[in-house]
């Protein structure tokens, strides 16, 4: 058992052999906490910025017609 990772990492498999394995800040299966995944819709690709899910960008084909990933 890990006691302790640093700010912004986690050992979310819980496997003391691997350590803090994942980073918080920009994991999209595990986003600010673990097991928190990032869902993007079938237009969009998924990002985690500082341990908040967000739309990284548009997938091929489809574009920000209202300017809202600005």
């Not at 302790?4 to 595990?30: I, K, M, Q, W, Y």
């Not at 995944?37 to 998924?46: L, S």
């Not at 908040?52 to 600005?70: K, M, Q």
């Amino acid at each position: 058992m890990i006691a302790r990772c640093d700010p912004g990492f986690a050992d979310c498999d819980n496997d003391p052999s691997t350590g803090c394995e994942v980073n918080l800040l920009a994991d999209t299966d595990h986003c600010g906490r673990c097991g928190t995944q990032c869902i993007a819709n079938n237009v969009a690709d998924r990002s985690c910025r500082d341990g908040v899910c967000a739309i990284a960008g548009c997938l091929r084909g489809f574009g920000d017609c209202n300017g809202s990933l600005a």
